[in-house]
Structure formats: C-alpha cells, structure tokens
C-alpha cells in the first residue's frame, strides 16, 4: 500500500468516526450479503448504496433494524436487516 492510500484510508475513518460517532477500533465482525432479490437502493445520509448480491462487513450490529457496514469502496453506513443474508 502506497503513503497516498494509506493517507486516504485514515481519512476515510476519521470521517467515519466523526459521522457515526464510533469510538474504539473498527474490527470486522463477520461479513454478510445483500439479498440478490432485493431492489437496488442509492444511499442517502447515513445509509449506504445497495446493490444486489454484495458483500458487505459489518462493522456493528445497532439495532433489530439496522447493521452499520462497510463496501468494497471503504464506505460506511447503515443496511437494513431485512435485506442482509449470512454467508
């Protein structure tokens, strides 16, 4: 990895913690799949983008509703459950 990319990655999870307001260290709990029947969805706010088929990490389980996770892209932000499928 490059001094620019790693430069890029701090960044990234800098803003992560600032948005999210997540202390600790960002450790991947399990990854997960977007089910491939769902319809795609853009992201919005603190939502991330959907797209069928993806796998995603998760980094927290926050409620019985949604899962903070991260995409192949480094982004961060809220999934539903409804739409997330075990590995």
Same mark, same amino acid.
């Given at each position: ?14 803003? &992560?913690?600032?948005?999210?307001? &997540? ?18 969805? *853009? ?7 959907? *797209? ?36």
């Amino acid at each position: 990895m490059t001094l620019k990319e790693c430069k890029k990655e701090e960044k990234a999870d800098r803003e &992560f913690r600032k948005k999210f307001k &997540f202390e600790g260290s960002i450790n991947v709990l399990t990854q997960m799949m977007v089910d491939p029947a769902v319809t795609e969805k *853009r992201g919005g706010g603190k939502n991330l983008p959907l *797209r069928r088929g993806e796998i995603l990490d998760v980094v927290q389980f926050t409620n019985q509703e949604q899962i903070l996770c991260r995409n192949s892209q480094r982004r961060y932000g809220y999934v539903p459950r409804a739409v997330m499928l075990h590995l």
